[in-house]
């Protein structure tokens, strides 16, 4: 995952081998694509509830389990109500 530099300081979303959607500010990375995100929350997706917000702080994510990275618009993400979307949970992916 060469090029990570322009997110740091972001706001990121990372989507995980088994499935978990996390959301937080990239605060560095290292040689391996781990990736160290502060003020992090897990998203939670249901067809029922909507989508909860799981709160993780300082968080550590392995390089070889990050499946997507991507930048999120902060004012877009404020802007939509989560407890109006509902959704299937993302499946671990297998290759």
Do not use: W
């Not at 530099?5 to 937080?24: E, K």
């Not at 990736?35 to 929350?41: G, P, R, T």
């Not at 499946?67 to 297998?94: C, Q, Y």
Request: net charge negative; aromatic share 6%; glycine share 8%.
């Amino acid at each position: 995952m060469a090029g990570l530099q322009p997110y740091v300081d972001h706001r990121v979303l990372l989507i995980l081998q088994d499935g978990r959607a996390i959301v937080g500010t990239m605060a560095g990375y290292d040689q391996k694509s781990n990736v160290v995100l502060s003020d992090s929350k897990e998203r939670v997706y249901s067809i029922e509830e909507g989508v909860e917000e799981i709160p993780l702080g300082l968080y550590l994510v392995k390089g070889d389990q990050i499946v997507l990275i991507g930048e999120l618009d902060e004012a877009t993400d404020k802007a939509v109500d989560l407890s109006t979307i509902r959704a299937e949970p993302l499946p671990p992916i297998r290759y």
